[in-house]
C-alpha cells in the first residue's frame, strides 16, 4: 500500500519537474496576458498612463465602428472562400500522389516547396505576380486571351488576390493527408475492391473516413491561421485599397500600435478569442459525428 | 510507431491493377504536371528575375531567362538593406529559438510522456487547447509586461518565451516520446540512472528525428514572423530579415526596386531549403506524427 503510494508521489513529483518550464510560460505567457487582456479590455488605456475604468464602452464603440465590421467581412470571406479549397486542393493533391506513379517522389517535393517560401518572401513575389503592368499572372492570362484586373490595386479584386495566392501553399496540407492516407491499411481497400466497390465507394466509404482526424485536424488549424492573417495585409497592401484588405489583426495591430489604443484592441482581441473558441467547439462537435477515431477511443 | 514506417513509400495499389495502363493514372499524372508546372513557375521567375537590370524587370511580358545576368542586384542588396545585418539578426533570434524551443519542449514532452503524475491529462488538455490560442489575443499584454522589463527593442522578447516550450512542439514529442519502449528505461534505473540522465542519454538520442523536425519547425516558425519583430524592435540595426524586407513595398520608393524584392526572398529562402534538404527524411516523419493524432 505504501508502496504504490510512495510510487505515485514520485511519478506526480517528476512530471511536475518536466512540466515546470511549460508551466511556468503557460501562466507568465498565457494565462496572465489572457487575464489582464480581459481587464483592459474595459479600460480606456495608452499604455504609457495607468488604465482608467470605462466599463463596456470599448465593446459598444467596436460594434458601432463601421472598420471593425469591415474587418470581420474581410477575414471572413478570406477564410470562408481560401480555407475550404486550400483544404479540397491539398486532399486532391495527396490523392493524386498515392498512387504508385513515375516521377512522384519530385511531384510531392515540388508541390511542398511553395509552403517553404510563407512569410514575407511569399509576399513580396507575388506582389510583383499580381502586378498588373508587368507581373506575372497576366501574362498568363493574357495567353488566352483574358484582360487582367488590376489586383491588388482594386478593391474589387484585391482580397481575391490574396485568397488565389494562399492556394499556392497547399502543398503543406498535402504532405498531412498523404501522410494519412498512407495510413489506410491497404488491405481494407482490397476487401472492399474484390466486393465489387468502385474508387468513388471506397473513398467515400473507406478512405475518407480513415482520414477524417486528419482533415478535422487541419479545418481546425487552416481556420485559426486564417482568423490571424496579418503579413500579407501588412507587406502587399496595408488594408487597402481603400480598406478592401483590412484583415481583422490587421486592424488589431493598428488600432494597439499605431494609435496606442491598448483597451479599445483588448477588447478586439477578445472578440477573436471567443470567436476562435466558439468556432473550434462548434466544429467539434459536429465531428464527433463523423469523425473516425482507430480503435474507437477518442482523446 | 508504426504510421511512421506505413508512410515511408508504400501506395495502396493492387498487384491486379498495376501492369494495365490505367487511365485514371494516365489523368492523374497529366493533372500532376500541370499543377506542378504552375506551383514551380513563381519560383522559376522569382530567381530569373532576381538576375534581370533594372531595365529588363519593367519589360512586359516578363523574359523567361534574363537577357544579361544582372549578379550586381545580389551585392546591391547589400548595400540598399543593410542586408548583412537583417540577415544575421534573423539567424541569432533563428538559432536561440531552436535551442530554447528543444530544451524545454523536450524536457516538458518527457514529463508528459513518462509520468503518470496526479493531473497529467488535464495539463496535457490545457496544452493541446493554447495551441489555438491565438497569438495576437494575447500580444498586448505581452508588450506591456516586456516594456516593464525594459526588453523592447531587444531580441529578448523574441527569444524567450521560446525557452518555456511551445504546445505544438511539446504535443509533438509527447507522441514520439510515448512510443520508447518501457523496458530502455527499466534497464536505465538497474543502472542507476537518475531520470534527469534518462532523458538525455536514453530519451533524446533515440528522438533525432523529432527532435530535427521541431527544430525545422522552431527555426522556420521564428525566420518567418512579422508580427512580433514589428512589435518590439524599433532600431534599424535591430531589424529582423521580415521586418527589413517588408520596406521594399513601403511608399519610399517611387517604384517598386523589383529587382531586389526578388533576390530578397531567394535569399531568404535559402536557409529554409537547406535545412530541408538535409532533413527532409525526417521532417517528413515528424509531419506524420502531428498529422495523425
Redesign the interface.
Known sequence: MTVIKSESRRQTFYMYMFISPWLIGFLVFALYPILSSLYYSFTDYDIIHPPRFIGLANYTEMFDSELFWKSVTVTLKYTFISVPVQLLLALGFALLLNQTLPLRGFFRTAMYFPSMVSGVAMSLLWYWIFNPQIGLFNYMLSWFGIPGPAWLMSPDTALYALIIMSFWTAGAGMILFLAGLQGVPGSLIEAARLDGAGRLRIFVNITLPMISPVLLFQLIMGLIDSFQVFTQAFVMTQGGPNYSTWFYVYNLYTSAFKEYRAGYSSALAWVLLIVVMLFTAVIMKLSNRYVHYEGGGRR | MS?VK??SS?????LAH?RKADP??IA??A??LI??FL?????F??VS?SLKSKRE??????TFLPESWAWSNYTEIFDTLQFGTLYKNSLIIGVLTVIGTLL?SA??A???A???????QL?FI??LS?M??????????????F?KMQWIDTFLPLVV?A???SAYN?FLLRQFFSTLPEELFDAGRIDGCG?LRM?RTIALPLSAPALATVAIFAF?YS?????TP??YLSSSDKFT??VG??S??SSRFRI?P?HL??V??VL??VP??TL?AIA?KQF?EG??L????
Do not use: C, H
Open positions: 504510421i506505413a508512410a508504400r501506395a495502396p495499389s493492387s498495376r485514371v493514372k492523374s499524372f493533372a500532376l499543377t506542378t506551383m514551380l513557375l513563381p519560383l521567375f522569382m528575375t524587370m519593367l519589360k512586359f511580358p516578363p524545454s524536457l516538458v518527457y514529463g508528459f513518462r509520468y503518470r503524475g496526479r493531473g497529467n495539463w490545457l496544452l493554447t489555438m490560442l491565438p497569438y495576437p489575443a494575447i500580444m498586448i499584454p505581452q508588450f506591456v509586461l516594456s518565451p525557452f518555456f516550450g511539446i531520470e532523458w522556420i525566420w518567418n514572423d512579422l508580427l514589428v512589435l530579415l521580415p524586407m517588408a521594399l513595398t517598386p523589383w524584392l526578388m530578397a526572398s531568404a529562402m529554409i531549403v530541408f527532409q517528413v509531419i506524420v502531428t498529422g495523425i493524432k
